[in-house]
């Protein structure tokens, strides 16, 4: 059990970049719609969404500073949640 | 059953230390590991009460073709709260809540869980979801006649109080989420000294897993829940095919929940038969790393099988192939666990008393009910069983006879850590046979019932299954005078029978190494810990 309770401080302007990102990654996430991606639609919103909450909780919620073992249990999470939904559009785009 | 009593105790127990506050509220407002788990248990026994008392009147309606003691109206909403119950209010806090609070701590090396407030707002949590579910009953309009699936589209269009039903589940579920967060850190950061992953007790490791499931699925039939009520409230049109809805969209995220809530109810439940296992045969358990590896594999892979509810719902090939392919695979490591079982009873000289009849009848009864799951798991035996009393009894078999089965057996092995004393393990015994012999004549004729055909959930039947009919209710009569045995035993034993001795069975795991019943922070010193959890020889 490591510690890692050093301090750390991030930028203002790091916060002020992941901010911009998101905004305009919400941006593309309505823009899309517009365009008839077929099967691909559900999977683009899921992406982008997936982008967003990837950035806040590296940044936001510093798991950029958390050791290993964090990360790797909320990557396994991530690789869950997608294989999750992968099984489920085995019965959407084959039905 | 002398060399389980002992002569005095001098240590003050969690029981008897004076807190901040005097009679009910120093239990429900004690944020003691010990007390919380001992709350869970009395409101749990009390709904396993009232669940099997719905259970027997449905099997009492059933003693006979057509109208026996009830109309179909009131049959479909007592099968929906027995369910209902039984599922949330019961088995899916069940070991966790009632042995994992009280034991977790205590078998890792802790004064408490990592959150101990938390804690306490966890049993909140989950008395204001029982209170708000159960309100269903009293409200106008007549308790819930979906099924405790809540399938849509009936769930939106019946005009029984479904509202209450769907909130007081959601609500439940942020109790688990809560109670899964608190043990998953509480594993994390409080193991004693010296105890390595490798080192963890096998219960703790299901309740690591478990805790997982509880934190990923819950959410999502939170969700799901959520958009029932969205759906009534405000016809969104998430699943009514009228509004461009599927309603095949609510089996998916209903059961993307409800498949892995097996495997909370299970996994604890295969680490309380893995702790009583050991301590009788008095013997290491066999492929300790194998029961770890599968029980995490189990969780895991359990993710993936939710599908094989819904063979016949209209799925596409591609989903039924994979989804039957996967829940053969995940059998595989179920049955590593029974065989490390059956390996740790070869050759041992095995301790026989009241806590090991229940896991070795557990071995018995979950080989059944796993084995009948594969015939359900095949897509072409599914077709035939879909929606059938074989259903009724392969669910039973896994959730009643292993998890029910591995809860008596926890009650039992850990009754004199708890009450630190003893019940009589005669009457126990007496009491395990009876409710053995019930609960096998109450549910195997099912399996014949549904292979022939009877439908489940339906209230009347054709003249052919009478005969079987019969033979399970009267089960259902042995079942519960063994069950009245079983508590009346034990609450006699609780309240006045002899002191135990601090390791009556000869557990080698730390709670046996902790006074009876333990002190309010259970350690004097936190231990270090230089062996492994099963050192027997």
């Not at chain 2, 690591?208 to 009534?232: D, K, N, S």
């Not at chain 2, 090939?317 to 595989?332: E, P, Q, R």
């Not at chain 2, 591995?406 to 007496?430: C, D, E, L, Q, S």
């Not at chain 2, 079987?468 to 009245?484: C, E, F, K, Q, R």
């Amino acid at each position: 059990m490591e510690n890692h309770n050093e301090p750390h401080i991030v930028p203002f302007k790091t916060y002020g970049i992941i901010l911009a990102v998101l905004v305009v990654l919400t941006l593309i996430s309505v823009a899309v719609t517009q365009i008839d991606l077929a099967s691909l639609t559900v999977f683009t919103a899921i992406l982008l969404a997936t982008i967003k909450s990837g950035l806040v909780l590296v940044y936001f919620m510093h798991l950029k500073f958390d050791n290993k073992l964090l990360k790797a249990l909320v990557s396994a999470v991530f690789i869950l949640i997608a294989l999750v939904m992968f099984v489920t559009f085995l019965d959407y785009n084959y039905r | 059953m002398s060399n389980h009593i002992s002569e005095t105790t001098t240590h003050v127990s969690f029981r008897e230390e004076k807190g901040r506050y005097k009679g009910i509220f120093a239990w429900i407002f004690s944020t003691d590991h010990k007390r919380i788990g001992l709350l869970y248990l009395y409101a749990i026994v009390t709904f396993f009460l009232v669940g099997v008392s719905l259970g027997a009147a449905m099997k009492l309606e059933l003693i006979a073709p057509g109208k026996t003691i009830m109309n179909p109206e009131a049959y479909n909403a007592i099968f929906t709260l027995h369910g209902v119950i039984m599922i949330f209010l019961v088995v899916v806090p069940g070991l966790p809540a009632v042995f994992g609070n009280f034991f977790l701590p205590i078998m890792i090396g802790a004064k408490d869980v990592a959150f101990p407030k938390l804690n306490l707002l966890s049993w909140w949590v989950y008395m204001v979801g029982a209170v708000i579910a159960l309100s269903a009953l009293f409200m106008g309009g007549g308790p819930p006649d979906t099924g405790w699936t809540f399938y849509a589209p009936y769930s939106f269009k019946t005009n029984t109080n479904m509202l209450p039903a769907v909130i007081g589940a959601f609500v439940l579920g942020f109790s688990s989420i809560l109670t899964g967060i608190n043990f998953i850190v509480t594993i994390h950061r409080l193991r004693a000294p010296g105890m390595t992953w490798f080192r963890l007790p096998l219960f703790p490791w299901t309740l690591y897993g478990t805790a997982w499931i509880q934190i990923l699925a819950t959410p999502i039939v939170g969700i799901t829940l959520l958009m029932i009520v969205g759906e009534r409230l405000f016809h969104i049109g998430f699943f009514d095919p009228a509004l461009g809805g599927d309603p095949i969209l609510y089996q998916h995220l209903f059961w993307i929940y409800s498949h892995p809530a097996v495997y909370i109810m299970i996994l604890p439940a295969m680490g309380a038969i893995s702790e009583i296992i050991p301590t009788f045969a008095n013997k290491s358990i066999f492929g300790y790393k194998a029961i770890v590896i599968s029980t995490l594999a189990i969780a895991f892979v359990g993710y993936f099988v939710w599908g094989h509810h819904m063979f016949t719902s209209g799925m596409s090939g591609t989903a039924l192939y994979t989804f039957s392919f996967l829940t053969f695979l995940v059998a595989i490591p179920s049955a590593i666990k029974v065989f490390n079982w059956v390996g740790t009873l070869h050759k041992a000289s095995i301790q026989l008393e009241p806590p090991f009849f229940w896991a070795a009848s557990f071995l018995f009864v979950f080989m059944i009910g796993g084995l009948s799951g594969l015939a359900l798991g095949a897509l072409a035996t599914n077709v035939h069983l879909h929606d059938t009393a074989f259903v009724v009894a392969h669910f039973h078999f896994i959730v009643f006879g292993g998890v029910g089965f591995a809860f008596m057996g926890a009650i039992h092995y850990w009754f004199p850590k708890i009450w630190g004393r003893m019940y009589n393990t005669k009457v126990a015994t007496r009491g395990w046979i009876m409710f053995f012999i019930g609960f096998t004549t109450l549910y195997l004729p099912m399996f014949f019932l549904g292979i022939d055909g009877m439908p489940r959930r339906y209230y009347d039947y054709v003249d052919r299954f009478h005969g079987p009919n019969i033979i399970s209710t009267i089960g259902s009569w042995v079942m519960i005078a063994g069950l009245i045995i079983i508590l009346v035993n034990l609450i006699r034993g609780a309240k006045k029978g002899p002191k135990a001795t601090k390791n009556p069975w000869g557990g080698k795991t730390l709670e046996w190494e902790v006074d009876s019943p333990p002190t309010l922070e259970n350690f004097e010193e936190i231990p270090v810990i230089k062996r492994s959890p099963y050192d027997y020889r």
